[in-house]
C-alpha cells in the first residue's frame, strides 16, 4: 500500500539509417573468469529509494519527540525565570520595611 508503483518504461524501436558505408569491427573478447555472474535485480535509483513507510514513520516520530521536549525546557525555563522574578520582587519588599 505504501510502496510506490513505478510506470513501466517503453521500448523505443531503434532505428539507424546510416548515411555512409562504414565498416563494422567486431572484437571477440575471451571473458575475464569462467564463473556464471547474474545480473543485479533492477531498483528504482534516486535521492531517497532506500526510505520505506517504518523509516518515514519513526523520522516524523523522533520528530514530534524531540519538538515536545524541546517546548517542555523552553516553557520550564520561563516559568522559572518568572518565578525568579516574583521572588526577588517579594524579597526587595519585605527587606524596605
Known amino acids: 500500500m505504501f510502496r510506490p508503483k513505478y510506470p513501466e518504461t ?3 524501436p531503434t532505428v539507424h539509417t546510416p548515411t555512409t ?3 563494422t569491427v567486431q572484437y571477440n573478447h575471451a571473458p575475464a573468469c569462467s564463473c ?3 545480473t543485479a535485480p533492477a ?6 529509494s532506500g526510505l520505506n513507510a517504518g523509516t518515514v514513520g519513526a523520522v516524523v516520530t523522533v520528530g ?7 517546548a517542555a525546557v523552553a516553557v520550564t525555563a520561563v516559568s ?14 519585605q527587606r524596605r520595611r
Do not use: E
Not at 522559572?80 to 519588599?93: D, E
Open 21 to 23: 558505408a562504414v565498416p
Open 10 to 12: 517503453p521500448t523505443l
Open 64 to 70: 514530534i519527540v524531540l519538538t515536545a521536549l524541546l
Open 80 to 93: 522559572v525565570a518568572v518565578a525568579a522574578v516574583v521572588m526577588r520582587s517579594l524579597l526587595a519588599s
Open 43 to 48: 531498483r528504482p535509483t534516486g535521492a531517497l
Open 36 to 38: 556464471q555472474h547474474t
